[in-house]
């Protein structure tokens, strides 16, 4: 049985509407997401999978097993090879569908219990703009003879260990897996690179936390790590990962900074970031000789840059999300766990940590009716750039305050929010640029119901 805390299960949506973008398919699992839309999507899926083989795998969710026996028999209906890895990471699944063509995690990552979905994967990346249309659009399906399924295992271990390598002076390593699809790989990896591992909500579908450890107090780990040399906590997924330091949980931009400066240790210099990372990771990057380019928010727009500019690693600050593409071409918690434990105990983890902790980031989300998000943003355009002089639109609307802090608002395409990054090296000053800016979207919010009704 699955069991979460109350409050997680009982926990509502702000708003009820199911969500399709390049990250995938997400709603509320018998509200606004039911089995015929999963047969719908896959169906769909289907006419993009050319190889005819696809890798099924699914987080720990309750509605995850359902979910996934009914993506593997609509596959199979429509004469695609089914490959089952059962419960398994997102970059597990990512990693497995580079040999197999296809892939499809059964998950909705950080998002409440309530809520599950899809995520598509094609020749080892997510599904591109184009690609996802295929899958919005009604097709005409003939009969097809019907697919097979096997149960498989991954490699994932052992290959990540041989780009790592062994772990020196054994780490002592807290890792709260929050009761998600990590709770065998990560723990494996870590001990088998050479780190003395110590397991918290280690049951699969049992923790003491909600789904995302980005937003949650996570004690036990905090209280754990009192002990250990670091803590690392994953969502339900596996692809996002948290670092805990000396009792403290770090800022998930310097996640992603531990990342790219063990990939500039291991001699990497073109770089892709978010347009919602730190500045502090892309100064670090510039310091050491690297050049950067900036997405747009989404792990899918990281890696689509990186493939057009030729980039060696990257990620978004935002989801704590390292991505090597090299290995895989999607944010790897896991795989950055290890690279970060190669790094305990050196002079370049010391920099990085001192580096980047002058810089504050803060996250926050307002909640605007999605129906009113492009309306909502229209007003606040002209708000903004009537108070700030630099603003960027390529995704969303960033202003630039000074050289060291900036505020991005942006509609969310996997929640029913608006969302709001700030950073600066004032703790004082992000709070006033954030509380000044939320204000902004309030009025614009209303602004645009107003004209609605008018």
Excluded at 17 to 44: P, Q, T
Aim: proline share 2%; glycine share 8%; charged share 25%.
């Amino acid at each position: 049985m699955v069991r979460f805390p109350s409050e997680f299960i009982k926990s509502l949506c702000a708003f009820d509407s199911l969500k399709v973008s390049i990250s995938g398919v997400r709603g509320v699992f018998g509200d606004d997401l039911n089995l015929n839309d999963i047969m719908r999507f896959c169906r769909n899926f289907s006419v993009l999978i050319k190889s005819k083989n696809c890798v099924v795998a699914q987080d720990t969710r309750p509605s995850s097993k359902i979910l996934s026996e009914t993506v593997v028999a609509t596959l199979m209906e429509r004469g695609v090879d089914v490959y089952n890895l059962g419960i398994a990471p997102t970059p597990v699944i990512f990693r497995e569908s580079r040999k197999y063509g296809a892939g499809i995690m059964i998950t909705s990552s950080h998002n409440p219990l309530q809520w599950n979905g899809l995520k598509f994967i094609l020749e080892g990346r997510g599904i591109n703009e184009s690609e996802l249309e295929e899958i919005k659009k009604q097709h005409n399906f003939s009969k097809e003879k019907i697919g097979s399924e096997l149960q498989i295992n991954s490699n994932y271990i052992s290959e990540a260990i041989k780009l790592i390598g062994k772990v020196k002076d054994a780490p002592k390593i807290a890792v709260d897996v929050g009761g998600g699809a990590a709770f065998n790989v990560a723990p494996k990896l870590l001990q088998n690179l050479g780190c003395k591992v110590i397991t918290i909500n280690e049951k699969p579908g049992i923790s003491s936390h909600g789904p995302d450890p980005t937003s949650e107090r996570l004690d036990d780990l905090i209280s754990s790590t009192k002990k250990c040399d670091i803590g690392f906590a994953f969502d339900l997924d596996g692809d996002r990962l948290v670092v805990v330091k000396e009792g403290k949980k770090q800022a998930s931009d310097i996640t992603l900074g531990l990342g790219v400066s063990k990939a500039l240790e291991l001699g990497y210099k073109r770089f892709v970031l978010s347009i919602d990372t730190s500045v502090s990771v892309e100064k670090f990057i510039k310091d050491n000789g690297g050049q950067v380019h900036r997405s747009k928010v989404g792990e899918a727009n990281v890696v689509d840059l990186m493939l057009k500019t030729n980039s060696q690693a990257g990620g978004e600050g935002s989801s704590a999300g390292f991505i090597l593409p090299e290995f895989n071409m999607c944010r790897d918690g896991i795989l950055t766990s290890g690279l970060v434990a190669s790094m305990l105990k050196t002079k370049t983890f010391s920099e990085v940590m001192k580096f980047m902790k002058d810089y504050v980031q803060l996250r926050t989300k307002v909640d605007v009716e999605d129906s009113f998000h492009e309306k909502t943003l229209q007003i606040l355009s002209e708000k903004m750039k009537s108070q700030y002089s630099q603003l960027i639109t390529i995704d969303g609307l960033k202003a630039i305050i000074d050289e060291d802090s900036w505020i991005l608002v942006r509609q969310s395409n996997t929640e029913h929010t608006v969302r709001i990054s700030t950073e600066s090296t004032s703790l004082g000053k992000a709070h006033s640029i954030q509380k000044q800016v939320s204000e902004l979207i309030k009025q614009s919010y209303d602004q645009a119901r107003r004209n609605k009704n008018n």
